[in-house]
């Protein structure tokens, strides 16, 4: 079985050398079969893994031991356990199901194989991440992934947009990573081992100890750990305040938005939490923490979505309120729930994105929703896919996000963790705007007046570059569905967009997870809600008599009500509500105050640094100074060094005359 | 039979060589490029003995050559590696061979004068590691000024002079009060130079604190610590690309050699008692250093002070007093040795073609330059720290290291992963992505197989100490916990 653990990250990392070093001679084919092939072996040997973990055969050990110092040992190595094995499946199949939709996506583009190399070496270091059994190699892989998604945000490197939104997005995930070192730190001062097993086994007896940050204030250690681990995850899963770089991160290709900045990258803060639950669960602050920040950003992120025009950016800030639903679901205890939302998130909200990509190579790079509509005579697959994505983001049953979403909500209205109400609050009323952005997106893309054809005429717009050229669908000024190497992935994911859900008496309430996740006995919501589950078709009937469900179908009609029946009302609103709009539009301001604040502070500090620090003080005043006084003084000398023969003499005889004087003068 | 000296022929093999090439002059430029790279590598390979030999079980000092030099003053030749030294030794002999290849094309003028400057230097460097006589450490410590100065002068930039004049002022003032401290414990120890004998010297704090001082002027300005670091800028901008590059990978090395191998075992408690003041400023150059390369315009300056702020991790690892930093630091000083050098290697391959080090003459290098656009980014990203690169393992010791001494400490030591990033990243931004952005990028070419043997060395040399740290750092272990026990002894 080793074997086939190590196969599984090799062999994704094999197929991007190859795809990556040999590019050009392999050829495109060559680069999506070899890379192809490495994510379907991944995949299969994943399934495999799946199928024996369930056999009761968890592992624990490490690889290679990649440093010793001091007595401490930093080992490569791999925990597969049912958490770290359901994580395997789902990145490996929604990462093969984007390999293929790929070969469509970017037939024409001149960084075929680039691209290739690059999301097989995501896979890679996704798999490594989350098969990890220790900190450091969490570090790497969340490091890794972080690279890669740089790379590929800014894979049209000649867009401006494009590279700086891959530069804003490094730097937001290091302020993140900054947060998550000082954990793994901690940690590492306090258990002297970055193991998992290691220390969690010594956590009880860490309970109760303190650190003084500010002296003489004591504060729980775990909770300083647990909080500087989250703001790791606050920046990889993109949490308020540090959500900013995920709506620019929509620069990069379509299929990367949905393998990265969908389905696997962003949950990998979500898992990490998860995977720590031994250490979130000692400390009631941290998980606070958790709640309030998963609440601001499951409610206040939803309602950009609302306003936006980009099909892309309405998926990507409607992702962002999804995490902060997981990551509720973490502050609640609820950490299957997290994962079980993860899991059918990353199927429909991959098959939104791959559909949204559909759509826009079938208008030719058109990603402005106004200038839709009409589509779904035209891509019926497509439509149809994307429908059901957005029933099961909007949360109705009986798709897949009703079951996770509503347990979401279950969970956190049981919890008794301080902050669980604020984030109940921001939940419920998210179900609303879920279900209004969803449809918006449904009825302006797919119903309505065909507004495509107003633009035609443009042709291909000239703002996009040269990678416009695309040529899907020619000039026959009608779009039309996309070829099966594209639809494929979509219907192949849109089964568990529907399907997923109901496994959750297996995945919640059947103790699926066993012993990969922790939760104290004290934060038992989930025990109260599996006394209640009776079963999936028990459930929807229930759910149709809760608020969650009537909130999101009232959402869904608002959105029928405002782009079907009355598509000139979303307009008057607007004007009428610019105030609110320009608020939402603006995001918040944060983007604004980012770039004021902190890149412009930054600059102006090292500006100031570097001008009267060094230039002025150290060089002027110091070091040049210190030449200057040598050389006034050098200046003064040399006047005595006239060389006329009467100074010296002149000079020489007023010497003697001092001396003789100083000689007779003594006393 | 004696054992080879393997470690005179480290420090011999390079200068002699270099003696042969300038022998031949100017007018055979071919010949000497060619016997440069001879005696580089058997240089090299005269190395590679002293790792695979190399006893990691013990702290002792290994390789040990031992023969009167000027016996009038007790003063001997005197050689020997550990675990701290050693390293330096390997790291030194790989990057002259890198800077031969380096300056095979580049240089036109003087290439016989050129190519010797570097041999011999490369010789005194080793010798420097490799002295266990603090005489014999200070005439190698010194000689290594004059190939530099000359390199900066007679190959540099237009400012090159006040550049070269800078740079050897800056550090003979510092040297000069290094060399009365060596005479006091020459006196104190009762007529000996051995830095060994001087380790296990009593001495009360007054002069430990006094002498700390003296070596810290001299081991601060090559580090180069805040505030005596504003000749490094000056000095990179002017020198040849070869010259930078072992500048960075190598001179500045030294200064933090001399911390480890001078003030720390000699003056444990000065060490202790001044390790705030060490610490503060290492952290100063992390992050005062760390916001003024943010904002330079000229890439070799932005580099340069990269380098500055790396070398902070180096002093911050040596006075956190555990293994974390210490290791670390050590680690960070070979790690820095090949990024800093292939950062500068980059940014003379486009100096090459461009004339220029402007951040704002280029822009869309990639356009045209694509192979050499991946390994930058390899560089650049080994330079934030990356995991799986070199840059990564000496931060994260550190880090670690300072977190398990102080919360404040390692907290301001791990802004490093946010400006680090922000000021490597924001540069490769603006002078590889992109649109092309004059008609002088559009005709750039694409590395040639010289240059692209140069950068995938050290690739591989980045790489490979990201992926598997461990034998860099087991060779030195024992060493480090000597070194680790020894300070905890007070002298008093």
């Known amino acids: 079985m080793q074997q086939l653990y190590l196969l599984v990250p090799l062999a994704p990392l094999a197929g991007a050398l190859i795809a990556g070093l040999g590019g050009r001679a392999i050829g495109r084919a060559g680069a999506h079969w070899v890379t192809i092939i490495g994510v379907t072996i991944a995949f299969f040997a994943s399934v495999a893994i799946f199928l024996d973990v369930q056999n009761g055969n968890v592992y624990n050990g490490s690889v290679y031991t990649w440093l010793t110092s001091g007595e401490t040992r930093f080992e490569i190595g791999f925990l597969i356990d049912r958490l770290s094995v359901l994580m395997m499946v789902v990145v490996s199949f929604v990462s093969l199901m984007v390999h293929i939709y790929t070969i469509g996506y970017m037939a024409d583009d001149p960084g075929y194989q680039r691209f290739f190399a690059y999301i097989s070496l995501f896979t890679f270091s996704m798999l490594m991440l989350v098969m990890s059994n220790n900190f450091v190699q969490l570090f790497f892989g969340w490091e890794a992934v972080g690279v890669v998604s740089y790379l590929l945000i800014g894979f049209w490197y000649t867009r401006p947009t494009a590279i700086y939104a891959n530069l804003k997005a490094f730097l937001v995930n290091r302020v993140g990573d900054f947060g998550f070192l000082i954990g793994i730190g901690l940690i590492l001062a306090h258990f002297g081992t970055l193991d998992y097993a290691s220390v969690f086994a010594q956590v009880p007896g860490m309970v109760k100890t303190t650190v003084e940050i500010i002296p003489g204030v004591p504060w729980l250690l775990i909770s300083v750990i647990c909080i500087g681990l989250f703001i790791g995850a606050m920046g990889k899963s993109a949490q308020f305040p540090l959500h900013v770089w995920l709506p620019d991160s929509m620069e990069g290709p379509t299929p990367i938005s949905a393998l990265i900045h969908a389905a696997t990258m962003v949950t990998a803060g979500i898992f990490m939490v998860s995977r720590m639950s031994p250490l979130f669960e000692m400390s009631d602050a941290a998980l606070s923490f958790v709640l309030v920040i998963g609440g601001i950003t499951a409610f206040f992120m939803a309602l950009i979505a609302v306003v936006q025009y980009d099909i892309k950016r309405v998926i990507a800030y409607s992702t962002l309120s999804q995490l902060g639903y997981m990551t509720v679901a973490l502050g609640a205890s609820a950490y299957s729930v997290g994962m079980f939302h993860l899991m059918t998130h990353a199927f429909f909200k991959a098959v939104l994105f791959l559909g949204a990509g559909s759509v826009i190579i079938a208008l030719h790079h058109e990603q402005d929703m106004r200038k839709m509509g009409g589509l779904r005579k035209y891509m019926p697959i497509t439509y149809l896919t994307m429908l059901i994505g957005a029933l099961a983001n909007a949360g109705l049953p009986p798709f897949a996000g009703f079951f996770s979403k509503d347990s979401i909500l279950e969970a956190v209205h049981l919890s008794h963790t301080p902050g669980a109400g604020f984030a109940y609050l921001m939940v419920l009323a998210g179900v609303f705007v879920g279900g209004l952005y969803s449809f918006r997106l449904i009825f302006y893309a797919f119903h309505g007046e065909e507004r495509f054809r107003a633009q035609e005429a443009h042709g291909h717009d000239a703002g996009h570059g040269a990678h416009d050229e695309h040529g899907h669908g020619g000039h026959d000024h009608v779009p039309h569905e996309s070829p099966w190497v594209v639809t494929l992935p979509l219907v192949l994911l849109a089964i568990p967009s529907i399907a997923s859900g109901w496994t959750i008496g297996t995945v919640l309430y059947g103790g699926y997870f066993g012993s990969a996740i922790y939760i104290s006995p004290e934060h038992e919501g989930l025990a109260e809600m599996a006394h209640e589950y009776h079963g999936v078709l028990t459930m929807m009937l229930h759910g149709l008599s809760s608020l969650p469900f009537w909130f999101a179908l009232s959402g869904a009609l608002v959105a029928w009500y405002l782009y079907i029946v009355n598509p000139a009302l979303p307009g008057v609103l607007r004007q009428k509500f610019s105030f609110v709009v320009n608020i939402l539009m603006e995001k918040y301001g944060f983007d604004r105050f980012n770039d004021w604040f902190f890149a412009g502070g930054a600059r102006g500090i090292g500006r100031g640094l570097w001008k009267i620090g060094d230039v002025a003080i150290i060089d002027g005043l110091m070091v040049n100074g210190t030449a200057r006084v040598v050389g006034w003084i050098g200046g003064l000398v040399r006047l005595f060094q006239s060389g006329y023969i009467y100074h010296y003499a002149f000079t020489m005889i007023i010497g003697v005359f001092v001396l003789l004087t100083l000689w007779f003068g003594r006393p | ?492």
């Open chain 2, 1 to 492: 039979m004696n054992p080879t000296p393997w470690l005179s022929l480290t420090i011999w093999i390079p200068i002699l060589f270099g003696l042969l090439v300038l022998a031949f002059g100017d007018r055979h430029a071919a010949l000497a490029r060619q016997t440069a790279l001879i005696g580089a590598l058997l240089g090299l390979a005269a190395s590679l003995p002293l790792y695979t030999g190399f006893d990691a079980q013990t702290s002792a000092m290994q390789f040990v050559e031992l023969s009167p030099w000027i016996p009038r003053f007790n003063i001997n030749y005197h050689l020997g590696v550990d675990g701290i030294s050693l390293l330096f030794v390997l790291l030194n002999s790989f990057i002259t061979v890198l800077v031969v290849i380096a300056g095979w094309e580049s240089i036109k003028q003087r290439v016989a004068q050129y190519m010797a400057a570097f041999l011999i230097m490369s010789g005194v460097l080793n010798g420097v590691f490799a002295s266990l006589d603090a005489m014999l450490f200070y005439v190698f410590f010194e000689a290594s000024l004059i190939p530099m100065y000359l390199i900066i002068g007679v190959w540099g930039g237009p400012n090159r002079v006040y550049a070269a004049v800078k740079f050897f002022l800056y550090t003979l003032f510092g040297s000069l009060l290094m060399l009365v401290a060596l005479l006091y414990l020459y006196d104190k120890s009762g007529g000996s130079f051995a830095i060994l004998d001087w380790q296990k010297l009593p001495l009360p704090m007054a002069p430990q604190i006094v002498l700390f001082f003296a070596f810290f002027m001299a081991f601060a300005v090559k580090v180069p610590m805040w505030p005596v670091h504003t000749w490094l800028p000056d000095a990179h901008v002017e020198a040849p690309t070869g010259g930078s590059a072992v500048l960075a990978a190598i001179l500045l090395k030294l200064g933090a050699y001399g911390f480890i191998r001078f003030s720390l075992p000699i003056l444990p408690d000065a060490s202790h008692a001044l390790a705030g003041f060490m610490i503060t400023l290492s952290l100063i150059a992390v992050v005062y250093i760390g916001l003024v390369a943010l904002v330079q315009t000229d890439m070799k300056k932005l580099i340069a002070y990269s380098s500055i702020a790396h070398m902070g991790f180096v002093t911050l690892g040596f006075f956190i007093f555990n293994a974390y930093g210490v290791e670390g630091a050590l680690v960070q000083m070979v790690s820095h040795g090949f990024v800093s050098a292939a950062m500068f290697l980059c940014v003379g391959v486009m100096y090459d073609r461009m004339h220029s080090r402007n951040i704002a003459d280029y822009g869309g290098v990639v356009n045209t330059m694509p192979k050499f656009a991946s390994l930058m980014m390899l560089f650049a990203m080994a330079n934030c720290g990356l995991p799986a690169t070199s840059g990564f393992v000496g931060e994260f010791m550190v880090i670690m290291g300072a977190l398990k001494h102080s919360f404040w400490i390692g907290f301001l030591a791990a802004t490093t992963l946010i400006f680090g990033a922000a000021y490597t990243l924001w540069m490769y931004k603006r002078v590889i992505f992109g649109a092309v952005a004059n008609d002088h990028v559009a005709k750039l070419k694409d590395i040639g197989a010289r240059e692209f043997l140069i950068l995938a060395l050290l690739a591989l040399a980045v790489l490979g100490m990201g992926l598997y740290p461990q034998p860099f750092t087991e060779v030195m272990h024992a060493s480090v916990n000597g070194l680790l026990q020894h300070l905890a002894v007070s002298k008093l």
